[in-house]
């Protein structure tokens, strides 16, 4: 007998079964016109729309063309593809420490040529100084009560970073101005960590827009996520680590991050934001 799938795993199937039952139904059809529609039996039918067989990509593209939906098969597919772990607790993620987890998307960054990073809470990852990430680690892992590793996570974490040294990709990050001014350490680590980020806004493959806190805005601020080119998202919440590969995410954290960037302060008007937060550290 197979193994039982786990309840993330059946909640994740149970979810993509619905989704193709609601196309069914849009389509005025039955399960057995699908089934003859696509040259199935019609218990392999009834065993998709219930959760008891996942469908494969194929079996996908033809219930999607047996009910008139095409167009929808690429969402349908991704999700079906995107693990039902893509939901992680942080908890799991971080049970053995910090380390690990920086060492984790190491593939993923050298993989990505374009990053788009918009951050409402701190300094973003990939410009952080050691001492800033230090005492941001610090802080997640007393949070979390995972096991110290902090010198080890910071260490994994300056090493994963160094892609932006590389050239070889483009950067575009969107950050609020109260990222700026959120006191996530001392005040010497922050005027380092806001020199450092200026330094970092001379780079040729780096692009850096702030949102200042002044101006109407036509956007309000989100959660922090992150575009890896334009196949995967990661964004995160209190609780737990989201991974989105559907196209129609993608493209709604695209579009978002756009509308963003629009609103943001570059050039000479970021720097003079920035210079105000490292004057007001006194």
């Known amino acids: 007998m197979p193994p039982r799938p786990s309840s993330r795993v059946q909640k994740a199937r149970e979810a ?12 005025g059809i039955s399960g057995r016109e699908v089934a003859v529609r696509c040259g199935w039996s019609e218990s392999k039918s009834s065993r998709i729309e219930n959760a008891k067989t996942p469908p494969s990509d194929a079996d996908i593209r033809a219930w999607c063309r047996a009910c008139a939906a095409e167009g929808q098969a690429p969402d349908l597919i991704a999700a079906n593809r995107q693990s039902a772990e893509a939901h992680v607790e942080w908890k799991r993620l971080q049970r053995t ?58 260490a994994a974490r300056i090493r994963r970073n160094e892609v932006l040294e590389q050239g070889g990709s483009r950067f575009s990050f969107v950050l609020e101005e109260s990222v700026l001014r959120y006191r996530l350490c001392s005040a010497e680590t922050m005027a380092a960590q806001l020199g450092h980020l200026l330094g970092i806004m001379d780079r040729q493959n780096v692009a850096v827009g702030i949102v200042p806190f002044a101006g109407q805005r036509a956007v309000w601020p989100m959660p922090t996520f992150t575009v890896f080119d334009d196949s995967r998202v ?49």
């Open 16 to 27: 993509l079964a619905g989704r193709l039952r609601e196309i069914r139904k849009d389509a």
């Open 97 to 154: 420490g910090l380390r690990r987890l920086q060492e984790s998307t190491g593939d993923l960054y050298q993989q990505t040529r374009s990053f788009r990073v918009y951050v409402s809470d701190v300094i973003p990852r990939f410009l952080q100084t050691a001492g800033y990430a230090s005492a941001l680690l610090s802080s997640i892992a007393d949070f979390r009560g995972t096991p110290d590793d902090v010198r080890e996570a910071v």
């Open 234 to 282: 990661h964004a995160d919440t209190l609780d737990a680590a989201s991974t989105l590969t559907q196209p129609s995410q993608v493209e709604l954290y695209a579009r978002a991050f756009e509308r963003l960037s629009h609103q943001a302060a570059r050039g000479a008007a970021a720097r003079s934001l920035v210079a105000d937060a490292v004057a007001s550290l006194g």
